[in-house]
């Protein structure tokens, strides 16, 4: 089955800098890349989301990258604020089918004031 | 429209009790997932309902866990002889299955605790 690896785990930035948050998966049929972030005491939110057929897909000032051939996918973002502060899921799936999202394993994002 | 929704919000119980978590996919929704998040942890996949087709229950961590998914909305988790380690937040989620769309809706899930 899929397997998705996250890091880093923590990661703390000054408000304004970038943050980025690399995944890898294994599952070389997977084509659907989705990112969540997740307040703390709150439901995971989707924040954005890439298929295979792309490589890169931008919204305002969170990208995320696909590297289909290395298998792994990256979060960016940029001029972060202290409201990014929360814990970012990256998962990995196939589009279209009923199979689940496996699901890294988090990261606690801090941005400092 | 309404988005998922889960009841209880919150659950305490003794161990070796039983508990039933309770499930609403938004309208429509064919699929539906179970997932448990334990503290400072990721996401859990539990089982999963496609519209009428058996459930994959490979994420189902003992044969105490078992659910049930009615008429093709509404899901039941049930969790018997409930032990220590079985505290965490269950969490639901549906999507649309489509071939071009995937997204995962969660609800805000059921903290359960045992004691």
């Known amino acids: 089955g899929e397997n998705v690896e996250q890091h880093p785990s923590t990661l703390s930035v000054q408000e304004g800098d970038s943050a980025v948050i690399k995944c890898t998966y294994s599952?070389?049929?997977?084509?659907?890349f989705p990112w969540y972030k997740q307040e703390l005491g709150k439901r995971p939110q989707l924040i954005i989301d890439?298929?295979?057929?792309?490589g890169e897909k931008k919204d305002q000032r969170i990208a995320v990258t696909l590297n289909k051939t290395a298998k792994h996918f990256s979060l960016h973002i940029t001029e972060t604020q202290p409201e990014d502060s929360a814990v970012y899921f990256c998962?990995?799936?196939?589009?279209?089918?009923?199979?689940?999202?496996?699901f890294g394993s988090g990261t606690q994002l801090t941005v400092l004031p | 429209g309404a988005g998922v929704s889960q009841s209880p919000s919150n659950k305490v119980t003794e161990k070796g009790k039983d508990v039933e978590l309770r499930c609403d996919p938004i309208?429509?929704?064919?699929?539906l997932y179970w997932y448990r998040q334990s503290l400072g942890q990721g996401l859990e996949f539990l089982i999963y309902?496609?519209?009428?087709?058996?459930?994959?229950k490979s994420g189902l961590p003992s044969d105490r866990f078992s659910a049930e998914r009615t008429g093709g909305s509404v899901s039941t988790l049930t969790i018997q002889r409930t032990q220590q380690e079985d505290s965490a937040v269950y969490l639901c989620?549906?999507?649309?299955?489509?071939?071009?769309?995937?997204?995962?809706?969660f609800g805000p899930g059921t903290r359960l605790t045992v004691l």
């Open positions: 989620a549906s999507s649309l299955l489509d071939v071009n769309y995937n997204e995962q809706f």
């Open positions: 599952d070389s049929a997977s084509n659907y």
């Open positions: 890439i298929r295979s057929n792309v």
């Open positions: 998962a990995a799936t196939l589009s279209g089918s009923a199979r689940q999202l496996t």
């Open positions: 309208s429509g929704h064919t699929a």
């Open positions: 309902f496609q519209g009428n087709s058996a459930p994959d």
